[in-house]
């Protein structure tokens, strides 16, 4: 029961960024633990045990931690460190944006096949589109004049150009998926929740021209 509390009370306060200083919500950042063998480990489901540090949920505050090696001061210990920490963050969030939509998938909240895409944006009960990032110019300009007849607006809804047509086959089991349509419920929401936090991820960092929180992340396009 105690660990329990500690867990709800840990989750509901905010972390510093051993890299900014700045302090943040856990959903904005990325925990990180010394796995057994020294190894810095990343923990981006905030649960495994032991002491941890944070970062900035950014891939070039992840890169900064470990060429100013700030793990070993935030740990006050020598720790071992990959160099190709941020890219492997980056595949580990990947992978679970796609676990998710998957479950999406398996929930019944996602449609496949560009004619029943533009079917469900006709019912008008989609919560975003995806797109893989080898998909043709012409199909995603017809899908984004469906989205303008039913909503107004071609991006009234978020619209994710995330992974590759590989990829979201693989995730579904199906082949050359190329649009798919997200239906309203929970396992889409979060899915697309996930995607948000892998395009922040992957943001270009402040004065570059890129976004440094989630409200200002482009909508996944």
């Known amino acids: 029961m105690r660990k329990a509390a500690e867990a709800k009370t840990d989750m509901g306060s905010e972390r510093t960024c051993i890299v900014t200083r ?89 449609v496949t096949g560009f004619a029943k895409v533009e079917a469900a944006i006709a019912k008008g009960g989609v919560a975003g589109l995806v797109e893989a990032t080898d998909a043709g110019a012409d199909g ?24 590759t047509s590989l990829q979201l086959s693989l995730a579904l089991g199906h082949t050359n998926v190329i649009h798919a349509a997200l239906i309203d419920g929970a396992a889409a929401q979060a899915f697309l929740s996930r995607c948000r936090r892998l395009e922040l991820y992957r943001s270009a960092p402040s004065g570059a021209g890129g976004a440094t929180d989630e409200k200002a992340a482009p909508e996944f396009v």
């Open 22 to 110: 700045t302090k943040g919500e856990p959903e904005t950042m990325i925990r990180f633990v010394v796995g057994p063998n020294g190894q810095v480990v990343p923990d981006l489901k905030h649960k495994l045990p032991g002491r941890g540090v944070w970062v900035t949920a950014q891939a070039d505050k992840v890169a900064e931690a470990v060429k100013r090696k700030a793990f070993a001061r935030g740990f006050r210990t020598e720790v071992v460190v990959s160099a190709a920490l941020p890219a492997e963050i980056e595949d580990l969030l990947i992978t679970d944006c796609l676990q998710s939509f998957a479950l999406a998938n398996k929930a019944g909240q996602v």
């Open 140 to 163: 995603g300009r017809k899908l984004a004049q469906a989205m303008l007849r039913c909503f107004g607006r071609p991006a009234a809804k978020p619209q994710v150009k995330l992974f």
